[in-house]
């Protein structure tokens, strides 16, 4: 049964990493603007070729934005 | 009439049409944005929201300063003479198509290396290259595409301030450690009854100890780290000689992390220490929860947010120079561009001051100046560049002495007693009497339970769900408020609206509209000929009332003037076919005995024969007599206003009678008009909106800033009402003297939950499982209870 030490060990291990990852990203100030990042991924590479068929998506998005607000 | 709207920023085009690449656009402004975004690929802007953008201002010479390297260093958050970074505050940024510009400011110029936006705060945090470009380079690059960004005084002198995430961590730690802790205890709920004595699950007794020893330690940081805080609460409760909620908090985790350690030091049980951490996560959690800021609001601003960084001196051999404002000293001639504020009190010397006091007084309404006269600091020229000579220092000047008054200095939150805590007093001192007399009782009846019963008393007598009802209800309160557009600093604030039994509203710009909409005739009636020039000539002028008189007068066709003339701060002169008209101040058309000085008015003269005035009035708010009518009935009304007594027959008429009309007032005789109701044991509510406002909303138990943009700064206050929501004022004070209600009938419920618990400490039974259910179920249920309530409250509300 000593076999539970190694269990322990491994379980304990496991939550610690996860809790050094949050405090890490709440240090790195990760979760100060919980808002913005939503928006930006959608931007993705708009830039290089403007699609006209997001528009629609994206007024829809901007009036939840403008609800928000 | 079909109205073309501008591409850019969606105004009407209807003053001046510019067509260009088949779009339609208000100004030259406007237009110079689109080429700018379209001759870069980011014409996505538009497809992004339609008419996102924001007409660029004229800047020229305004950011002068920024050259200046000492204020540059001050200003940049990293520089190391290669790569800066900064953080700028642009109040314009309000949608996705702003986020997707400003973070694609490297197509722009690629000196620009990254931005990013924090929608919520509207910050931009920008790194550029300092070769061949620099700051003011970046911010004019900024007010050119119509983002310019708000640098003041504030900024240059403010330390950087760090974001306090010590709450987040702790609250991390403990939820951290109580689920490990409930994981750990597991074992025990499920085998109450096996020690080894009685035979039990064999691996269970032989890991028993590393089970609990492993709990003492995930509970070491909990108490000493996260829970610290209500310790040192305490103590400060406790040496002030006052018994705050924190006492019997502190006094139960104490308990509960020495008895539990006692417990499984000497074998008596398993101890208590997954009640114990999930205590401390749920109080914090209320912490959490009541901690909601409005990061895109300022609760604490004084002048230095309006005022400039720097100013254009110009020195003995006439040269001109950028000094930051705290060096200017009485005598220096200074030098203030259009737009720009004047730092302190001085003299005209040269130019036609047209001064916009609204960020003082409230007062939309620019005031015209003369050489010789003095005008005052926290006013902004509108008109032109004009030169002063200072005659005192900034922090002497008329507006910004106020901030001397000890009143800014004195924190609110410290001089007021919470419902929590008043009842925290009352609570501690019978909890300590039920322990020490069951203690008493069990010391003659069974002196070995006697210890036993005594900190189980402790224990399940934490206030846990008391502590948490305020936090919860009012947490939400705020939350509800805020989607009503009434934006409160703090949960605080919202007690102390509930008390409110006196409210005294300042005048102009809070009981009335900024915008003068309304203007009546007056004099002999004008021609149709007359009309129509009247008309044509004002559509060209840009000065505010021309515009409100434009908006007001009836449609004519565009005709075109044979002469037109702007005679800056004087009028207008036009003339067509054999009329020529005079439009402007009474002087200046040639009307000499003005018989009303108190209004504000256009005078007509046509073919210099005086023809009549528009008379602009005061508009007041929408329900303006409903609100006072109904907030009458319970609370003090009074008004005062810094302006003379020229509305005061029509405000009688609009008021509930006998409602106390106060004119003249200045700044300090407001703070101090508000101190003495005070002192008569009044609880004042004040609601105001300019700076020189700010005094009397400190002073006042609750300060409120109504506010017609609430992107536009208001003067610290307490809570931020929304221009349009009014008429809703009395039913949000009504609301929350509810909340108050909620939370008394939380204590009732929790109170409750006490006893039932208190019946198994005094009589020797509290096991640690029915502490371990009996504390979250009792914290939840509150939760539960208050919000549900106050969203029931937050429903009823328009």
């Excluded at chain 1, 994206?58 to 009036?63: G, L, P, R, T, V």
């Excluded at chain 2, 973070?103 to 936006?117: A, R, W």
């Excluded at chain 2, 907030?631 to 005062?640: D, P």
């Amino acid at each position: 049964m000593s076999v539970i030490y190694v269990l322990l060990a491994i379980s304990l291990v496991v939550a610690i990493i996860f809790f050094i990852a949050f405090i890490v990203s709440v240090k790195q100030g990760q979760y100060d603007d919980s808002y913005t990042p939503s928006v930006r991924m959608l931007f993705e590479d708009e830039l290089v070729k403007p699609k006209k068929t997001t528009t629609e998506e994206f007024k829809q998005e901007k009036n939840q934005l403008n609800k928000q607000v | 009439m079909k109205v073309t709207n501008c591409y850019h920023c969606g105004d009407s085009c209807e003053r001046q049409l510019i067509s260009f690449d088949e779009k339609s656009f208000c100004c030259t402004g406007c237009k110079t944005v689109y080429e700018i975004f379209s001759s870069n690929d980011l014409s996505h802007y538009y497809e992004l929201q339609g008419a996102a953008g924001t007409t660029p201002k004229a800047i020229e010479g305004k950011y002068d300063f920024l050259d200046n390297e000492e204020i540059i260093s001050k200003l940049t958050e990293f520089n190391d003479g290669n790569i800066q970074i900064i953080n700028l505050y642009i109040p314009t940024i309000h949608c996705s198509s702003c986020i997707w510009i400003l973070e694609n400011l490297n197509k722009l110029n690629n000196h620009i290396t990254n931005s990013q936006v924090d929608f919520p705060k509207k910050t931009i945090r920008i790194t550029y290259k300092q070769e061949d470009f620099s700051l003011k380079d970046l911010v004019l690059l900024l007010a050119k595409i119509g983002y310019e960004p708000y640098i003041s005084l504030e900024d240059f002198e403010g330390k950087k301030k760090v974001a306090d995430r010590s709450l987040i961590y702790k609250l991390g730690v403990a939820g951290f450690a109580f689920g490990n802790v409930m994981f750990l205890s597991f074992p025990e709920y499920f085998d109450l009854g096996s020690s080894a004595a009685s035979g039990g699950e064999y691996w269970l007794n032989k890991y028993q100890d590393l089970f609990r020893w492993m709990m003492f330690l995930f509970s070491l940081p909990v108490v000493f780290y996260a829970g610290w805080d209500y310790f040192v609460s305490a103590y400060k409760g406790l040496r002030a000689k006052l018994l705050n909620i924190d006492v019997p908090i502190a006094l139960g985790i104490l308990v509960l992390f020495l008895r539990s350690t006692f417990d499984i030091a000497f074998d008596l049980g398993s101890g208590f220490f997954d009640s114990l951490t999930g205590l401390v996560f749920f109080l914090l959690l209320g912490k959490f929860f009541q901690q909601r800021t409005y990061s895109f609001l300022s609760f604490e601003r004084d002048y230095k947010s309006y005022f400039p960084i720097a100013i254009t001196r110009l020195n003995t051999s006439g040269k001109e120079e950028t000094v930051p404002v705290q060096e200017i000293v009485k005598g220096d001639r200074i030098l203030i561009r259009n737009e720009e504020m004047i730092p302190v009190d001085g003299t005209l010397v040269y130019g036609n001051a047209q001064i916009d006091y609204s960020f003082v007084s409230g007062e939309s309404e620019p005031v015209l100046k003369e050489t010789g006269e003095q005008i005052f600091a926290g006013g902004k020229q509108l008109n032109g560049v004009i030169e002063m000579i200072a005659l005192k220092s900034v922090s002497q000047s008329y507006l910004t002495q106020l901030w001397g008054n000890a009143v800014f200095k004195t924190d609110k939150a410290n001089s007021f007693q919470n419902l929590t805590d008043s009842i925290g007093k009352r609570f501690t001192i019978a909890v300590l009497s039920i322990a020490f007399t069951a203690t008493i009782f069990w010391l003659f009846y069974d002196p070995s339970k006697a210890m036993n019963v005594f900190t189980a008393v402790l224990i399940i007598a934490c206030p846990c769900a008391i502590a948490l009802a305020s936090p919860f209800t009012l947490g939400n309160m705020l939350r509800i408020f805020g989607k009503k557009k009434f934006y409160i600093k703090n949960t605080q604030t919202i007690e102390q609206l509930a008390k409110i039994d006196t409210a005294i509203f300042d005048k102009t710009g809070t009981i009335t509209t900024t915008q003068k909409s309304t203007a009546h005739y007056e004099g002999m009636p004008l021609t149709p000929e007359e009309e129509s020039i009247l008309k044509n000539t004002i559509r060209a002028s840009n000065h505010p009332l021309s515009r409100s008189l434009y908006d007001l007068l009836k449609e004519q066709n565009i005709i075109t003037l044979d002469e037109y003339e702007e005679h800056v701060g004087k009028g207008l002169e036009s003339s067509k076919n054999d009329i020529s008209m005079k439009i402007g101040s009474a002087n200046f058309v040639g009307k000499t005995n003005t018989d009303n000085v108190l209004d504000t008015s256009i005078y007509i003269s046509s073919n210099n024969d005086y023809k009549g005035r528009y008379v602009f009035q005061n508009q007041y708010r929408e329900g303006l007599s409903a609100v006072f009518k109904n907030m009458s009935e319970t609370l003090n009304l009074a008004i005062l206003s810094g302006d003379n007594e020229g509305e005061k027959e029509r405000l009688e008429t609009l008021l509930p009678k006998l409602t106390p009309l106060y004119f003249n007032q200045k700044p300090e005789t407001k703070l101090e008009f508000i101190k003495s109701l005070q002192d008569q044991g009044k609880k004042v509510l004040m609601v105001g909106d300019g700076l020189n406002d700010a005094g009397a909303l400190a002073q006042s138990n609750v300060g409120i800033a109504i506010s017609e943009n609430i992107n536009v700064f208001s003067p610290a206050c307490d809570a931020i009402l929304d221009a349009t929501k009014f008429q809703q004022l009395y039913s949000y004070i009504l609301a929350s003297k509810k909340a108050i209600r909620i939370i008394k009938m939380s204590f009732m419920l929790s109170l409750l939950y006490n006893c039932v618990g208190l019946y198994f400490a005094v009589t020797g039974q509290l096991e640690p499982v029915i502490a371990a259910i009996l504390m979250p179920l009792s914290s939840i249920s509150i939760v539960i209870f208050t919000t549900i309530m106050t969203n029931f409250i937050g429903r009823k509300l328009p």
